[in-house]
Each structure stands twice: as C-alpha cells, then as structure tokens.
C-alpha cells in the first residue's frame, strides 16, 4: 500500500499558520508537503497531488513585490482552496480586484453562510464564528466565481467556483477557533479532492519500517539517542523495524535531568529491549566547562565533548555503515526556508549531537516527513511511556544554559533535584501538561535566609513555566499562589544549599524561555 498516493499539496504565502493547516491535513489521515510559492513547475507535477491548498500570507497582492499565484498548479487541473491571501491570489488572476479594507479584521468574526456551497457542506448552521486575520479584503470578484458567505464588514468571505472547482476563504479554517474549520477542510480534501483515509499512525509504522529495511538491508545502524523524544522514537521505530541491527550510543553528559540517565536505560534498555551504549561522561563534561562562563561558549563546549565522545565510541563499533537521526519535517521544512531566505521567522538552534563530520557514515532519517505530534502518536504505539513522548521539551545543552556562569557538579545536582520537585509537583497537581514548559533555573549567587537562629547564605533556585504555542512567544504560566508556595517550601527544606526560590514573571518577547 501506498500510503502517499492520495495527498495534497500546500503552497506556502508566509503565513504563521502554514505549518499548522499541513498538520489539520494530516489529522484528517491525508498526507500533505508544504512547497514554496515559486516551486518549480517539474516539482510540482513530480509530486502530483490530489488538490492544492494555498497557504495565507503577510503580503498584499497589489503591493508590487508580492509573490504572484504559482500557476503552474493550474495545470495540474486538481481542486485548489485559498485561505485568506491565497483566496485573493485567486481572485486576482482570474480578474477580479483586492483592495485594502478599512475594517482590518484581527480575530472573531460572525460569518453569515449564504449560497449552497460544496466546501461548507458538512458545516451546520447558518451563522459561524470563523478566525480572521486580514487588511486586504475583495472588492470586485472575479467572473464565474460565486459568494457563498459574508460577514458585516467583508462582502466575500467565502467564493467558489463549481466549474473550475476553485474555493476560497477569507478566514483560517485551519485555527481551532473556527467554527466547522475542521469539516471545511475535510469536505475540501475528501470530499471534493477524493483523497483516501491512508495517512494513519498504524500505515506510518508499517511504511516505514518496510522502508527502513529496504534501505539499510543487514548493515548495523547507530543512533545518538538523547532522552529527547524525537531520537527516542526514532530508536523504538528502527528496532521494530531492524531490531539487533540498531545500536544506540547515549552520553550522560552530567547535565540531565534527575536520575535521568537511569531512567533512559531502564526504558529504552531493559523495558524495550534495545540495544544501547551507556557512556558516563559526566566527568569529562564537567572538566571541560571548568572556568568556562559564557552562554555561548559554554553551548560550543558541550557541543565539542558531545561529539568527541560519540565519535570515539563510534570508532570501536565494528560494522556500522549507517548513522540514524531524530530530524523531523518542521526542521526540513525550516531549513530549506532559510536556504533560500523565504523563511519569516526561523527558529535556530545549536543542538547536542550535531552530524558528526569524520565517521564516514551514510545518514537515515525515519522521521523526516512527520510532525512531532505524529512523531509522539508513533512513539506511544511503538510502546513508549507516554508520559516520555509527551514531555516538555528539554534544551540540547541541558542544564548547561540552566546554571548561569560557570558550570560545577554541585550546580547541577542542587538544580536537578529543585527541578525534579517542581515538575514532580506540577504533575501531581495536574498542572504539567497545561504548562509548554516548565523548569527551574540555578543562579550561583548566595542570598541570606535564616534557619532557626542562625543566618545562613546559601543559593538562589528561580522557577520558570511559560505557556506557549510555538515558542517563538510565550507568556508566563499564572501557577496558582499555593502552588509556587508549595513548590517553594519544598525546595528550600529539603536542599539545603538553597535558601531563596524565585518565580520568572517575563514574557517572550523581550525575555527568552531559557535564561542562559
Ligand atoms: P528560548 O530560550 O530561545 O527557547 O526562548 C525556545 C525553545 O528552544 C529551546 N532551546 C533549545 N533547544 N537546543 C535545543 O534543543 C538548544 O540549544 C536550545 N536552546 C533553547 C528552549 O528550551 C525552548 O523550548
């Protein structure tokens, strides 16, 4: 079976929510890629989907330099929704005018349903709230197309064009706040494109693992697995897929999270039966940070010892013809973006295990086309605790950003255990999964606090938790009084070398999520 015969293709505008109508897509277990707007037009029909969807976009379409309508996708002669500045791409190349609005719509909407429309189908009611995020807005339509809905300020919210089976939306179906955005996008890519139901978590594993042995035959594969979820799944995938053929080297560089390297061995060693290398590198690690205070440094130090020890153990495997990474679409995705400078906002990120450059080994990524939420549903069916898949993202470098200045084991180990009590207590209040992120910070500077009679100067423990979509943004996690108060007590009494806890009440923007 193939499970990318039916898909679609998404052209991406710029808009903040490409990724995410990719990801609406995929729930409705269709396969979807996301391509440039200047795509190349042999790309394009190489791919060959089954409808086009044409993402939303900062620009305005009579700005001069605005990208243009790829019309190569005309060709194709395949069902094509715009969503807000693609709708009006549409509208303009078929000879219709867009034109800046004087009610510029940001946010809630009430949008009146009108004409018997194929895409609004399975919407029921005649009045929705939809998602708005526009300036421009359609001032004549262009011929054969009809309005299917409006709202008070904007006469085309939503048009189609039976014949040429064209549709477009003023607003974003893909945000969760719109009402039937869902059933829009499943009428759109079942309904009038016919895609088949194939792109389902049980198909992805079995896929995959075909793939992956048709691909590394009986070569070894090793894999840097880090704790980290991506190289977590990638390593139940490859051992469900080559079993013994997988091994995993994992460097407990001193810098994890509580009891951490016990943790991945008794999961992914004992529990899943994998094949993994422990190496205690803790000491190495920390003799390289001695004396080491800048953020910057310190990130390419860890970098340099991750990648020195992973090579020397890689040198005393015999056999290995492949080295496996955890890289995910989104990471495809940006990076191709800022390749070729298209991208708006790029997240970058100097991450621990970096692409060894000496070992001579060929590359396999098994999760290059998934979402992380795909990522996380194979993880949990591959037999993964879910409480690992589904765990806040943790920095490559570790607690190496988490100490400010230098690095010292007693820093990491009072920071570990505030940390483990923080999240311990964040689970326990059912707290942890509405938090994105949530950990403590070591500051090495000493603070008075009195115990008993006797003043005593011990160290400053600040407590972090954001709630965020994309961590581009985020704002401070408003934890209940008596909770940080618990949290708190529970920090100060049993660590000794503790005497102050702070709670970080900055935002993203202009403070990041780390401190460094
Ligand atoms: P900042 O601090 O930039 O963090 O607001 C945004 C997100 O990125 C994570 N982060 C990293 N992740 N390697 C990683 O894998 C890194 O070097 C790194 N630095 C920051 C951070 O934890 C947050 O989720």
Not at 49 to 68: F, R
Not at 81 to 110: P, R, T, W
Not at 387 to 393: I, N
Request: negative net charge; contains cysteine; aromatic residues 8%.
């Amino acid at each position: 079976m193939d499970i990318k015969q039916s898909k679609i293709l998404i052209i991406d505008y710029g808009s903040q929510y490409t990724q995410l109508i990719a990801r609406r897509v995929r729930e409705l277990d269709v396969y979807c890629e996301i391509y440039a707007w200047d795509a190349s037009a042999k790309d394009i029909r190489a791919y060959n989907p089954s409808g086009v969807i044409l993402s939303g976009g900062p620009e305005s379409v009579h700005l001069p330099d605005a990208p243009p309508l790829n019309t190569d996708i005309l060709d194709l002669k395949v069902p094509i929704l715009g969503i807000c500045y693609g709708m009006q791409l549409l509208n303009v190349h078929f000879g219709g005018q867009v034109e800046a609005s004087d009610f510029k719509e940001f946010g809630y909407a009430a949008v009146e349903l009108m004409d018997a429309s194929q895409l609004m189908a399975q919407v029921s009611g005649h009045q929705i709230d939809v998602w708005m995020s526009h300036g421009d807005q359609i001032k004549t339509l262009a011929p054969g197309f009809k309005v299917v809905a409006k709202t008070n300020t904007t006469d085309v919210a939503a048009f189609e064009h039976p014949e040429k089976q064209l549709f477009g939306l003023q607003f974003h179906p893909e945000v969760e706040h719109t009402d039937g955005g869902r059933d829009m996008l499943s009428q759109f890519v079942h309904g009038i494109c016919g895609c088949e139901k194939l792109w389902k978590t049980d198909n992805i594993i079995a896929t995959h693992v075909d793939n992956i042995r048709a691909q590394v035959g009986q070569d070894h594969v090793l894999l840097g697995l880090s704790g980290g979820v991506d190289s977590s799944v990638v390593a139940a995938l490859l051992h469900e897929a080559i079993g013994e053929q997988l091994v995993c080297v994992f460097v407990d560089t001193g810098l994890l999270r509580f009891q951490e390297g016990d943790q991945v061995m008794k999961t992914m060693a004992d529990k899943m039966d994998i094949n993994v290398i422990r190496v205690n590198a803790q000491e190495q690690f920390f003799n390289a940070l001695a004396g080491v205070n800048d953020p910057e440094q310190k990130r390419k130090v860890i970098g340099e010892q991750f990648i020195r020890i992973f090579e020397r153990e890689a040198k005393q495997l015999n056999d290995i013809k492949w080295l496996a990474q955890g890289t995910i679409y989104p990471d495809v995705i940006e990076s191709a973006a800022s390749s070729t400078g298209k991208a708006h906002v790029i997240k970058s990120h100097h991450n621990v295990g970096g692409l060894p450059a000496d070992l001579a080994l060929d590359l396999i990524e098994p999760l290059r086309d998934l979402f992380k939420d795909e990522v996380r549903k194979l993880g949990v069916s591959l037999g993964l605790p879910p409480e690992m898949v589904y765990r806040h993202p943790f920095p490559g470098p570790g607690l190496g950003v988490r100490i400010l200045g230098e690095v010292k084991p007693q820093y990491a180990e009072i920071l570990a255990r505030a940390d483990h009590i923080f999240i311990e207590e964040l689970r326990r209040h059912d707290l942890y999964d509405k938090t994105s992120q949530a950990f403590a910070v070591f500051l090495p500077i000493k603070s008075v606090g009195v115990v008993g009679d006797q003043r005593r100067y011990e160290y400053v423990i600040a407590l972090r938790a954001v709630e965020t979509i994309d961590f581009m943004t985020a704002r401070w996690a408003h934890l209940p009084y008596d909770f940080i108060d618990l949290v708190s007590r529970r920090i100060i009494n049993e660590i000794d070398s503790v005497s102050r806890v702070v709670y970080d009440i900055s935002s993203k923007p202009p403070a990041t999520i780390e401190w460094e």
